[in-house]
């Protein structure tokens, strides 16, 4: 039901009509009443200060006295409670005490709903005020979510230029590589890039082909042969190295103990098989990974890891006369000895007259340096260089082939592979100390020989690359005389 005692009467002079709303009749109001009459007043009217009880009494609507029915009596003779004043016009007076009284609801204020009721009537200056507040407001969050928006965007546009910079850069060292590895395979091997040698006959028996993988080395130490190529046994870590070479060490001392007793045992062949593919597998190591082949000579195989600690000077001397060389292999041993030194002298004297051509422009150490000469003398002797330490590294192989694959027979390669581990005896230690034992000359000695020409020691060092040349599957297991060759 309505409740009307706040509303400021307005008279309008039309019966049954007020502020331009048209009500039902006084009978339809009394059969209302009728029908929800409580049985006390105060059952239906709430006790709220804005929500007053209908006033009877009043002349609000134009009809008769309430007391002419007699169906409203017990309506009427209900002690009703008191009626508050009718709202007046706000006075400068009254108005401290209707702020009182009245509240102004707080939700509606914020929410932009604005009652008669709470504020009276509406003006177009209050509704103007209105208005322009509530457009101030939405400026203020348009400009706050537009700053927002640019700050974000300019936020995105930086990590966006980054990100575009840095795929450039990605893209530009991703050609780069693609270039360096096509520039790689251009070439059949690494060895290909450094040495001048290639390995002897042996070896290019032993390195077969397979298709389309490159040269590829076969092994026999277990029950079902088994073939790897040449780059994979290369590229093998330290401790599988190690396993491979124990793995052969155990093969050949059961090799020793039947040979030792009986010279004619089939085990002799199987000796010579395995010993031929010990030493490949030495050599393909150093050809194609010169780094892991210098590191190999350093391990200690029983334990798969690098130490400090080596063979010592009283092993070398006791595993020597277990070696039973020959009259002819003591001699062919020292010969390449000091054919081997002489050779190194003649490098190390070429690449210090190399160092000495270097001018001191190139040193930094004169003002005025051009770099256009610098690079072109500098990239001239750079080739030299690489070209002398790479004969210097090819001499070192060469050597190494002579000793264990010619001078050197099948049985007496064993002996130096079981009795030397869990180490790897060096030829050069092996060689140095049956020199001592014969009163050669020393290694400074042989390194700075100035008896014969530079061009001399290079010829001379041809007889082992020739000796290298005559050495096959078929007698590397035994003894190759190296003198004649002189």
């Known amino acids: ?19 331009g709303v048209n009500f039902p009749s006084i009978e339809y109001s009394l059969d209302m009443l009728k029908e929800f009459q409580p049985q006390q007043p105060t059952e239906f009217f709430v006790s709220t200060n804005s929500i007053a009880p209908l006033d009877f009494v009043s002349d609000l609507f134009p009809f008769c006295p309430v007391a002419a029915d007699p169906e409203l009596q017990p309506l009427a003779s209900a002690e ?8 007046q016009a706000p006075s400068t007076s009254s108005s401290g005490s209707a702020a009182k009284d009245r509240k102004p609801s707080r939700e509606r204020q914020s929410s932009g709903r604005w009652s008669t009721r709470d504020k009276g009537p509406v003006t177009e200056s209050r509704k103007l005020e209105v208005n322009r507040e509530a457009q101030r407001r939405f400026r203020q969050r348009q400009k706050a979510r537009s700053r927002s928006i640019e700050t974000q965007l300019a936020e995105a546009t930086t990590a966006l230029h980054e990100m575009k910079a840095k795929h450039s850069q990605l893209e530009a060292r991703n050609q780069l590589l693609e270039k360096v590895a096509r520039l790689n395979n251009t070439h059949s091997s690494p060895s290909d890039r450094t040495l001048l040698w290639q390995g002897d006959p042996a070896w290019s028996e032993q390195a077969h082909t397979k298709g389309s993988q490159g040269l590829s080395l076969t092994f026999t130490l277990w029950d079902q042969d088994c073939v790897v190529t040449v780059d994979e046994l290369s590229k093998l870590p330290l401790p599988k190295m190690a396993k491979l070479y124990t793995a052969f060490v155990q093969k050949l001392a059961v090799c020793l103990l039947e040979v030792d007793g009986d010279p004619n045992s089939p085990m002799v062949e199987q000796m010579n098989n395995w010993t031929a593919e010990a030493t490949c597998f030495a050599v393909a190591v150093a050809l194609y990974n010169p780094e892991a082949f210098r590191t190999f000579g350093q391990l200690r195989l029983d334990v798969g890891s690098v130490l400090p600690e080596r063979m010592s000077d009283e092993a070398y001397k006791e595993l020597l006369p277990k070696m039973e060389y020959t009259e002819a292999q003591v001699q062919d041993l020292l010969h390449l000895r000091r054919l081997y030194y002489g050779k190194l002298g003649q490098l190390y004297r ?17 003002e005025g340096i051009c770099a256009t000469d610098n690079y072109t003398l500098l990239s001239s002797l750079a080739e030299k260089l690489r070209v002398n330490a790479a004969e210097e590294y ?38 140095g100390v049956l020199a001592e034992q014969h009163g050669e000359p020393s290694i400074n000695t042989l390194l700075s020989d100035t008896s014969k020409s530079d061009l001399q020691h290079a010829a001379d060092w041809q007889q082992v690359t020739a000796y290298l ?15 004649r060759w002189r």
């Open 80 to 87: 009703l409670p008191a009626s508050p004043p009718a709202k």
């Open 394 to 431: 090819s001499v070192f192989l060469q050597s190494f082939c002579a000793i264990f694959r010619g001078v050197q027979t099948s049985r007496q390669r064993g002996i130096n592979m079981v009795h030397a581990y869990p180490y790897v005896a060096h030829k050069d230690r092996v060689v």
């Open 1 to 19: 039901m309505r409740d009307i005692s706040m509303d400021t009467p307005v008279p309008t002079g039309i019966p049954g009509e007020f502020m």
């Open 469 to 483: 040349d005559s050495i096959s599957m078929a007698n590397m297991h035994m003894h190759q005389p190296l003198l």
């Open 350 to 366: 070429q690449r210090k007259e190399l160092r000495s051509q270097v001018p001191l422009a190139c040193m930094g150490e004169v």
